[in-house]
């Protein structure tokens, strides 16, 4: 079965640092997400990634994936408080029972 | 082009009562599928429907269930409500089927007394 871990799961960290948050999966999966949730908002999508070595990136946010390693990395690039939410990565299952398996979300505070 | 529209917003029912969501997905969109976040569990599948069709089902007791009219607008139903049930329940469509990028609704918020 297929699962999703995401870490951190909370992150605090500075305006203006870098920092990475990593999703890995444990079976073979065609596409990877990245989703934003603000506080009482729905989530919004950021970035789909569709094979090994795929990088994209929009403003402050880079994300790639590798999927020899069933890895996917979201990448914050001097960060500012504007991008404090949560953060999913979802994967779809291969197979006939496709679904989407999300991680648990990392919280993410950006202190001025 | 309108979003996903899940009403109610908010709702609050007693331990036993049966409740109804609601969710109309982007025009042309024909695929439609329903989360259950709780800060616990994250976000776990309910089901997808697609043309009418229930395609897909996640680990949920069958207290849960669904369906998706000729117009893609879909309901969930959950019955004999329990404590647990109490989470954000969203709703996402997709212009065909579940390997196409989603787009969520502002969800409902089931909270069960």
């Known amino acids: 079965e297929l699962k999703v871990e995401q870490n951190p799961l909370f992150l605090s960290m500075q305006e203006g640092k870098n920092y990475t948050i990593y999703c890995n999966y444990s079976?073979?999966?065609?596409?990877l997400y990245w989703y934003r949730q603000d506080p009482g908002k729905s989530l919004e999508s950021l970035f789909v990634?569709?094979?090994n070595g795929a990088v994209k990136q929009e403003g402050r946010l880079m994300a790639s994936l590798d999927t020899k390693a069933r890895l996917s990395t979201l990448h914050i690039t001097a960060a500012v408080h504007d991008l404090s939410a949560t953060y999913f990565c979802a994967v779809n299952n291969a197979g006939n029972n496709r679904k989407l398996i999300w991680g648990l979300g990392t919280s993410l505070a950006v202190n001025p | 082009k309108a979003g996903v529209t899940q009403t109610p917003r908010y709702l609050i029912k007693t331990r036993g009562q049966q409740v109804t969501l609601s969710c109309s997905p982007i025009?042309?969109?024909?695929?439609v599928s329903w989360y259950q976040q709780t800060p616990g569990q994250g976000l776990q599948f309910l089901f997808e429907y697609f043309s009418e069709t229930q395609r897909n089902k996640g680990n949920f007791p069958g207290r849960f269930s669904g369906r998706q009219f000729s117009n893609s607008r879909s309901e969930m139903n959950v019955s004999t409500l329990e404590l647990g049930d109490s989470a954000l329940y969203l709703c996402a469509s997709s212009p065909t089927a579940m390997n196409t990028e989603a787009f969520f609704g502002q969800g409902t918020r089931l909270t069960v007394v």
């Open positions: 079976t073979t999966s065609d596409r």
């Open positions: 025009s042309g969109h024909r695929s």
């Open positions: 990634l569709l094979s």
